[in-house]
């Protein structure tokens, strides 16, 4: 279990996470609304840009954005969110380890049951933009509570489900099948805290929709200290895990985070830009070594 982890020993990594608004895939597309657009296309990826940058400006430019970027923003909400990230592996499992301090948060009334939730985001190359974009290429301007969102798309999802030129419209389901199977989707997994302070975990896949698994092979521990600081810990076999991505040495991973505070749901949360995770050895934001 994490326990048998001594945490003391191993590096943490800071990430600021940023209010995203409504700042869709689509919408940072169009050059109009972001000069970063056209750069993205020919090649520089968003933590190029972003990454360690400017995450604490325009998150607070955009949670009490203009009314196009933030609609409905949660008044008192602040811009950013900071987090401390460390990884670690045994002979089994993986683990990553996330402490934040939500400090003052005002409470968004969105998910009742859940005041904290931590969740991350997993591509090992399956997912197109996964290495450049991170979470932003499930990020689309149809989801619900989106710029153009209905309840018809409830969740994230990954642009290559959709038939090219084919607005919006699936591919069947066959295909989704084989996508599925050839590991062309994202996983994720969550931790939700309850109101007692413990951590249901949940986790799934993002492909033409984010799907929970009915049986979670993810484990997850909150505990808070006094000055009201969570960690989480997740764990998770590194490998043979059906529906998961096998995490094995010399392949590199892209991560991106997410936190959801003061009961928020669905896009009201924190993001982190794209970091990536190598385990044992070579060049990445997480060399996740043998404790
Ligand atoms: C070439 C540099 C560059 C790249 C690459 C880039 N951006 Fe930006 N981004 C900017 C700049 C500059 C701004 C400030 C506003 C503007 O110019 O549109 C910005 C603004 C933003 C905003 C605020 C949007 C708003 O409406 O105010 C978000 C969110 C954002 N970028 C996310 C991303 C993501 C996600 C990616 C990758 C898909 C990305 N950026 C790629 C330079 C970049």
Redesign the pocket.
Known sequence: MAAAVDWSKVEAKKVTL?Y??Q?S?E??MIRE?????P??RDG???F???GDIDEKS?GM??VN?EKF?EPAPVIGKPGFQEALIKTAHDADNIYVRVEFDPGKQPDAGQDKDYENKVALMIDDGGAENGN??GC?TACHDDVQTMGRGSEKIPTKYLMQTRVPGGAGRLFDPPELDKMKADGKFLEYWQARITPEGKAVAVDGAVLDKRTDNTETAVKAEATKNKAGVWTVTFTRKLTGVPGHKDIVPGKTYNVGFAIHTGHSAKRYHYVS?ERTLVLDSGKADFVVTAK
């Open positions: 940023l995203p608004a700042s895939w919408r940072l609304r972001h000069s970063g657009g750069r993205f520089k990826n968003c190029a840009c972003h325009l430019a955009l954005g970027k450049r974009a932003w830009y």
